[in-house]
Every structure is written in C-alpha cells, then in structure tokens.
C-alpha cells in the first residue's frame, strides 16, 4: 500500500501505518445479538486501531442496540415494515453524505439490498458479508430457495464478499460467484488475559451449550445425548444458555426433555449477556448444528475460556476446531457418536487438559478480534485503492 506522506503519522501497535480514519457504515439487521451480531459488535471495536472506525443503521433495530458493547459507535435505527420496503434507502444515503462515511458493508440480504441501492446512488464501494449459507438457513426449502436467489440478484456489483470460513467461500463459488470477489477473513474474539484457574472438574460434569435456538442447531441431538450418558451411568448435566427462536419451539423441546426423562440433568438459563461467566461454568462446550453455519463465535469463545469444544462436522467448524487436537467433532445429527466423544474427554482429564491448552493457543494466534479486524481492514485498503 503506497501512503502519501501527510497520511502516516505513526506506525501503531499493529505493524500498519497510522492512517486518517476512513469511517465505514455497517448495514444490519438487529433483531438479534447472536453470532453475526457479536461480529458487527467487535469490528466496530477494533478497527478504530487500523484505521477506521463504524457507524451502524440498525433496519430491524431490537437486541443489538441495547446489547452492543461498542456504545461510542453511531447507531441509527430505520425500522423496515417488510423485508421489500425501500423507504430507507434515501435515509441511508443522507446519514452516509452527512456522516462523511466511505464505504458501505452489509452483512445479511435484507441490508445487502439497501446496500446496493444506496451504493449506486452514492457510487461509493460495498462491502458484503457472508456469515452463513443462505440456502441452507433452515428447514423451509422454498424459503431458502428465494433468499438465495434474492442474495445472488442483489449481489451485482457488490465490491467484495467477506467470507467467515473457507468452507463458506467455497459455498459461494458453488453458487457462480467469482473468485475475485470472493476473500475470507476468519471470524475472532478477544483474547483474555484475566482468566481465573481451572481445576480438574468434579462430577457431575457440566456440559454446557449456547445459541438462540432454532431447529438447525440441533438441540435435541445434545438432549438425546444426555439422555444416553444418563442410561450408562454417566455423571453429567447439562447448561442451555440462550433465548428460544420461538415459543412453539421451546414447548417442543420441553416435551422432548420431558419424553427423555432427564428434567433433573437440564438448566435452561435464558439470554445471558455475560458469554465469558456462563462458558466458566461449563467444563465441555457442545455446538450441535446440523447446518447453515459460517464460523461460529460461541465456539471461538469457547476456545478463548480454555473449554474443550465437542462440535458437529458442519462447515466452517473444523477449520477452528481441529479433531483431537482442540476438540473433538462428530457426525451431524447422531446422538450416539456424539454421546461417545463426550464421554471420552469425561473419562479422560489428560485430554480434557490438552484440548484446552490447544484451543487456548490457538484462539489466541488464529482467531482473535484483531485478526478479524486486520483482515477486514486490509480489504477496506484494497477497495479503497482500487476505487480511487
């Protein structure tokens, strides 16, 4: 990157030359804070390091705002009555003008729309990121279909996707989309210094679990699970932390806790905004997805609070979890071999300790926030560049 001599005023603590900031505007949903969301959150914390800082338009403004940590971003809420109504789009345009703002960084198909309209209005880059596999969202195949096709229409003339995983980006591929536009910037958390000593857990075990959860993430596969280590004597319980998608799916899942038999083995905790209290209080992390996943948060979290990850084989997973060097991971959707690999680490502290010294180094060289950070701001460069 070629700097003129009036931009760098110093090299900062992460090996770049310190810039003017360039602000970036991130387009979001905000109905959640889950993954993607925690995402958003982080970038807007850390890029202020390399050189840009965030501003949100928050169009289904909900949890995020409120739950956000990044409090000193700029924050707009332009609350869309259907995922086709383009009142916003001018509004977006005037907050970009009057912001000073440079760029325009989408993260799911109801902003990417918004995105592109405002970007040729604007003729300023756009930024696309990928966080998850569209067709392959949920269980309503015609559902996942359009937004699909929806995602595909909307990406013309996007300036570059950002890829969560390679997995995801292969995805992409698979769907026509050209390499060249195509980067993957893997997803990271914080590093933490002040983590408190852990011992060898005691029975009964507790595995624990987080997500907002829907069917794709495979709950009553972790509950099967339970159940069978409970029939073989197994001393564990279980830790759900997070709120239900919907209450037509908790009663589900409440009559399938009841159908087991293991009520006594089960916590459900709600939403807790606290992430780092509730996985020091798991000694195994558990993500059962079935599908639709980019790069999890909760399992880099994990890893971050040195807790071993037992994990599905589902996208971008292994690409952070490495089989029985950080975790273990099993088969999609089989409670049996799912049952077995936690019952080997149960019945093994010296795995139990690798794993997680293993996570921990590795969050911390792979799969931090400033790497994500990094990698984010070095497109930014580049489109920057390449735009001008």
């Known amino acids: 990157m070629i700097l003129k001599p009036q931009e760098i005023s110093s090299i900062n603590d992460t090996g770049r030359p310190k810039m003017a900031t360039v602000k970036v505007?991130?387009?979001?949903?905000?109905?959640?804070?889950?993954?993607?969301?925690r995402v958003q959150d982080l970038l807007a914390m850390a890029l202020p390091r390399f050189g840009y800082s965030i501003g949100f338009v928050c169009l289904k403004p909900d949890r995020f705002p409120t739950s956000r940590e990044s409090v000193s971003a700029e924050l707009h809420s332009l609350p869309m009555k259907s995922k086709f109504d383009l009142g916003c789009v001018n509004r977006v345009v005037e907050i970009f003008r009057q912001g000073g703002y440079r760029?325009?960084?989408?993260?799911?198909?109801?902003?990417?729309?918004?995105?592109?309209?405002?970007a040729k209005k604007l003729e300023c880059p756009l930024i696309y990121h990928v966080h998850s596999p569209v067709g392959r969202d949920?269980?309503?195949?015609?559902?996942?279909?359009?937004?699909?096709?929806?995602?595909?229409?909307?990406?013309?003339?996007?300036?570059?996707?950002?890829?969560?995983?390679?997995?995801?980006?292969?995805?992409?591929?698979?769907?026509?989309?050209?390499?060249?536009?195509?980067?993957?910037?893997?997803n990271g958390v914080p590093v933490l210094d002040d983590l408190p000593r852990r011992s060898v857990p005691e029975h009964p075990w507790t595995i624990g679990t987080m997500a907002l959860f829907r069917p794709r993430k495979g709950t009553e596969v972790l509950l099967r699970a339970i159940a069978t280590l409970k029939e073989q004597g197994g001393s564990v319980k279980l830790r759900a932390v997070g709120p239900f998608e919907t209450p037509e799916y908790q009663s589900e899942i409440m009559a399938l806790v009841d159908e087991l038999g293991i009520a006594d083995r089960v916590e459900w905790t709600g939403f807790q905004r606290d992430v780092n209290n509730q996985l020091r209080q798991m000694d195994i992390f558990v993500l059962p997805s079935l599908y639709g996943e980019g790069l999890p948060m909760v399992v880099l979290e994990a890893m971050?609070?040195?807790?071993?990850v037992v994990a599905s084989c589902v996208e971008g997973i292994p690409e952070a979890v490495r089989h029985q060097t950080d975790g273990l991971i099993f088969e999609?959707?089989?409670?049996?071999?799912?049952?077995?690999?936690l019952?080997?680490?149960?019945?093994?502290?010296t795995l139990w300790n690798r794993y997680r010294e293993s996570s921990l180094a590795r969050q911390r060289t792979k799969l931090s926030d400033l790497s994500m950070a990094r990698g984010v701001a070095e497109i930014y460069d580049e489109v920057l560049r390449f735009k001008h």
């Not at 505007?25 to 969301?37: C, D, M, Q, R, T």
């Not at 760029?103 to 309209?117: D, E, F």
């Not at 971050?304 to 071993?308: D, F, H, I, K, L």
């Not at 999609?332 to 690999?341: E, F, I, M, T, V």
């Open 343 to 349: 019952s080997q680490i149960v019945d093994n502290v």
């Open 103 to 118: 760029v325009l960084h989408a993260h799911t198909p109801r902003t990417l729309l918004i995105g592109r309209l405002a």
């Open 25 to 37: 505007l991130h387009l979001v949903n905000g109905e959640h804070y889950s993954g993607a969301e």
């Open 304 to 308: 971050a609070n040195g807790v071993p």
């Open 332 to 341: 999609p959707g089989n409670p049996d071999d799912l049952a077995a690999k």
């Open 138 to 186: 949920s269980e309503k195949g015609l559902r996942n279909w359009f937004n699909s096709k929806f995602e595909k229409w909307s990406l013309r003339g996007v300036d570059r996707m950002i890829c969560v995983s390679t997995s995801l980006a292969g995805y992409m591929e698979e769907l026509g989309h050209s390499t060249e536009l195509l980067s993957v910037v893997s």
